[in-house]
């Protein structure tokens, strides 16, 4: 199984820090591309040789959980209790002084495309994409990103996962803004997801009820290039309120996926990889063939359109070396494709089910949790 840090050389560590610490701790971590255990490490090690340091304000922490490399937890308490202070103190010492030593870097220019667009699709059912692309989403927010999630999948798996209802027929939802068939704003439809250190930074736009009915009549529609340009047009009075828009597209190659992919095309002015697709896979050979059928999709529409569309990576979801051979030659293959790349290999754990079945968001439900990190390192590679 793998796991994103290496069990014999590192042990688990878990502090009571104030909430604005670990906050500020994530969004630098997320800015300048480094792993959190990796900076909370370098902060730890700082503060060790540092002398006098202030106090830090720990009132009201809540539990925060890392990893160091072995014997240094024992060294840092050792610490702690030679300068007669607690190991919450000492730990929150750390981390203040490795962001006062890391500051943050200047803000990137304003983009001319506004949000960045990531879809998550794989035409296979059951791989993951509803999972994969909401932790990532929550990963992106609790960096400080304005973050929108977006749950594209008529069976609203997305929206019930989450504990929230999905639109009536009768009420007005993005598939009805798509056909031109609802009134009032979109931006009426967002819900604010709660919990977490990504707090009023993720919103989510949930499915209808009627959303099995788009792809027939996207078909029908007399509307020229109405088919690949619905969900954009519907879509774009939000973009310049969110850095990010991730949608959770449905496992079809139908209209519905196809204005999805020509959603988050790279546009004039945009940057290469800034926005596009991210496939969440399995490792086994039913993800390889479905991944197939989807490239020729996107070949299609790339030839038709003119357009280029960035295939971000693959995330290898629910893996198991102890599987087998099947498992482990499959993910072999995924990673010799080269390009696009592997952005992450996320272990088979329990932490999402348990998520699902009490319908929190995953970075809430267990946040310090091995899954939990590879969706912070997907959202780190696809925001670099």
């Not at 998550?120 to 960096?143: D, R, W």
């Not at 790349?341 to 999402?352: F, G, I, N, T, Y």
Request: aromatic fraction near 6%; glycine fraction near 6%.
């Amino acid at each position: 199984m793998t796991a994103p840090y290496n069990p014999s050389d590192r042990e688990k560590v878990v502090a009571k820090l104030p909430a604005e610490l670990r906050k500020e701790l994530k969004v630098r971590a997320a800015e300048l591309g480094r792993d959190i255990q990796d900076a909370v490490t370098e902060g730890v090690e700082a503060w060790r040789k540092a002398k006098d340091r202030q106090v830090v304000d720990t009132a009201g922490g809540t539990s925060f959980a890392t990893y160091l490399p072995a014997g240094l937890y024992d060294k840092l308490k050792q610490d702690c209790k030679a300068r007669s202070i607690s190991y919450n103190q000492g730990i929150a010492q750390s981390i203040r002084l490795w962001l006062d030593s890391n500051p943050s870097p200047r803000p990137r220019p304003a983009r001319v495309t506004g949000a960045r667009r990531i879809i998550f699709g794989n035409q296979k059912g059951g791989v993951g994409k509803t999972s994969v692309s909401a932790g990532v989403a929550q990963a992106l927010a609790e960096s400080g990103h304005r973050t929108l999630l977006i749950d594209f999948d008529p069976q609203g798996h997305l929206t019930k996962q989450l504990g929230y209802p999905m639109f009536d027929i009768d009420e007005a939802s993005l598939a009805k803004h798509m056909l031109k068939e609802a009134k009032g704003e979109l931006s009426e439809l967002l819900v604010p997801i709660k919990g977490g250190d990504f707090e009023e930074h993720l919103w989510l736009l949930p499915a209808c009820k009627d959303a099995f009915l788009l792809d027939a009549k996207l078909a029908t529609t007399k509307a020229v290039r109405i088919k690949e340009t619905a969900l954009e047009k519907a879509l774009e009075p939000l973009e310049q309120e969110f850095d990010y828009i991730i949608v959770d597209c449905p496992p079809s190659l139908g209209y519905s996926m196809d204005t999805a992919l020509y959603y988050c095309r790279t546009r004039e002015g945009e940057a290469p990889n800034t926005s596009g697709i991210v496939v969440p896979v399995l490792a086994e050979d039913s993800s390889a063939d479905a991944y197939d059928m989807l490239y020729d999709q996107i070949q299609d529409l790339v030839e038709d359109m003119g357009v280029d569309i960035a295939l971000l990576g693959f995330v290898v979801n629910m893996y198991d070396s102890r599987k087998g051979f099947v498992a482990t030659s499959s993910l072999d293959e995924w990673h010799n494709i080269g390009e696009p790349p592997v952005l992450a290999v996320v272990p088979e754990l329990k932490d999402q089910r348990e998520a699902v079945r009490v319908k929190k968001p995953l970075l809430v439900h267990a946040p310090y949790g091995d899954q939990a990190d590879v969706m912070r390192t997907v959202a780190r590679r696809i925001s670099a």
